[in-house]
């Protein structure tokens, strides 16, 4: 079965850097991409960047355009979402996802049919 296991959060000061990864199993990693999101305490599940099957492409939010950095290495099924000069609104549980279609390169979380258990991000003052 689908297994996404996000790994690398943690407690770090504003304008830090931390990397998250997902290890991927149970599934053909090089043929579907892959999406990150994130929740805060009290809000809604939101974009915040996904990447296509082949690492050929990348789509980010806004909000973390130019901070985050998403790779994948598909020889060790595994996706890294490098996160810097992070802010306290970036504090959140970072999910991992797997859309539901082959190739299939969406934001939309109705798209994404697997989730991993997701990691705690948080950053201080």
């Known amino acids: 079965q689908v297994q996404l296991v996000e790994s690398g959060g943690g407690l770090v000061q504003a304008g830090g850097s931390l990397r998250l990864s997902c290890a991927a199993s149970g599934f053909t990693f090089s043929l579907y991409a892959m999406g990150w999101f994130r929740q805060a305490p009290g809000g809604e599940r939101e974009f915040v960047a996904a990447?296509?099957?082949?690492?050929?492409?990348?789509d980010y939010a806004d909000s973390v355009k130019g901070r985050f950095t998403l790779s994948r290495d598909n020889a060790k099924n595994t996706v890294y979402l490098q996160m810097n000069r992070l802010k306290l609104e970036d504090t959140a549980v970072y999910y991992c996802a797997l859309p539901c279609r082959l190739y299939a390169y969406t934001k939309r979380p109705a798209d994404f049919g697997s989730w991993g258990q997701g990691t705690q991000v948080t950053v201080s003052s």
């Open positions: 990447i296509t099957w082949n690492g050929g492409s990348t």
